[in-house]
T-cell receptor, first 111, second 114 residues
Framework: AQSVSQHNHHVILSEAASLELGCNYS??????LFWYVQYPGQHLQLLLK??????LVKGIKGFEAEFIKSKFSFNLRKPSVQWSDTAEYFC?????????FGTGTRLQVFP | EAQVTQNPRYLITVTGKKLTVTCSQN?????MSWYRQDPGLGLRQIYY???????DKGDVPEGYKVSRKEKRNFPLILESPSPNQTSLYFC?????????????FGEGSRLTVL
């Protein structure tokens, strides 16, 4: 079965810094990949998804992610973070009938 | 408005007292699922349902039951809650076709078992 690794558990940045959160999945073939965001006290919302085509995927709020098949990776990036990006970020991969989530990365952005 | 609605949002209960967390979606989705979220463990799937009267175990089904008598509802039942079921629970749904697997989540239900 698929698994997802998010190596950064807690990231602290100042506003305007660049962000990259790592995500690796366990095996190849056709994959559907997702990044979800959970703002404090809220439910998960989709940031972006990849299922085919251009490996550079653009999502909401200025986020993007790059699918690199050879590295089994789907890292999330944002050139300049804002205080409002403080949240927990989850990478997920579709495996047959279910979405497998990583353990999440908590991002704190200070003004 | 398209949404997944869970109730209750917050609940404190005691060991052994049966409880049900309801989940309802208004998007006519075939697939519904329950996850629990625990610090450092991310989201883990408890049960899922591909359609009415079809349910399957996820990764952590022990201590839980579900039913899918109607397409829109997917209640999570804790017959005899224990403290290790203290967690944040999310219900989610998606269509079987056309969403590439994207899940739509409810607001979450925070359960504390004393």
């Amino acid at each position: 079965a698929q698994s997802v690794s998010q190596h950064n558990h807690h990231v602290i940045l100042s506003e305007a810094a660049s962000l990259e959160l790592g995500c690796n999945y366990s095996y190849g073939g056709t994959v559907n990949l997702f990044w979800y965001v959970q703002y404090p006290g809220q439910h998960l919302q989709l940031l972006l998804k990849y299922f085919s085509g251009d490996p550079l995927v653009k999502g909401i709020k200025g986020f993007e992610a790059e699918f690199i098949k050879s590295k089994f990776s789907f890292n999330l990036r944002k050139p300049s973070v804002q205080w409002s990006d403080t949240a927990e970020y989850f990478c997920a991969v579709m495996d047959t009938d279910k979405l497998i989530f990583g353990t999440g990365t908590r991002l704190q952005v200070f003004p | 408005e398209a949404q997944v609605t869970q109730n209750p949002r917050y609940l404190i209960t005691v060991t052994g007292k049966k409880l049900t967390v309801t989940c309802s979606q208004n998007m006519n989705h075939e697939y519904m699922s329950w996850y629990r979220q625990d610090p450092g463990l991310g989201l883990r799937q408890i049960y899922y349902s591909m359609n009415v009267e079809v349910t399957d175990k996820g990764d952590v089904p022990e201590g839980y039951k579900v039913s899918r008598k109607e397409k829109r509802n997917f209640p999570l039942i804790l017959e005899s809650p224990s403290p290790n079921q203290t967690s944040l629970y999310f219900c989610a749904s998606r269509p079987l076709l056309g969403s590439a697997g994207e899940l739509f989540f409810g607001e979450g239900s925070r359960l504390t078992v004393l």
